[in-house]
């Protein structure tokens, strides 16, 4: 059973960094945007 939970809690960690990498990818870009226009 905890090693369910631990495979649960690493897929979270993982899917939760590239979520955050995403975002602040999104926010750059939107950045870059509004600078060069």
Do not use: P
């Not at 631990?6 to 750059?28: D, K, P, Q, R």
């Amino acid at each position: 059973m905890s090693l369910l939970k631990l495979l649960w809690g690493m897929i979270l960690a993982v899917g939760l960094s590239l979520l955050a990498n995403l975002l602040f990818y999104l926010i750059e870009e939107l950045f870059k945007n509004e600078k060069a226009g």
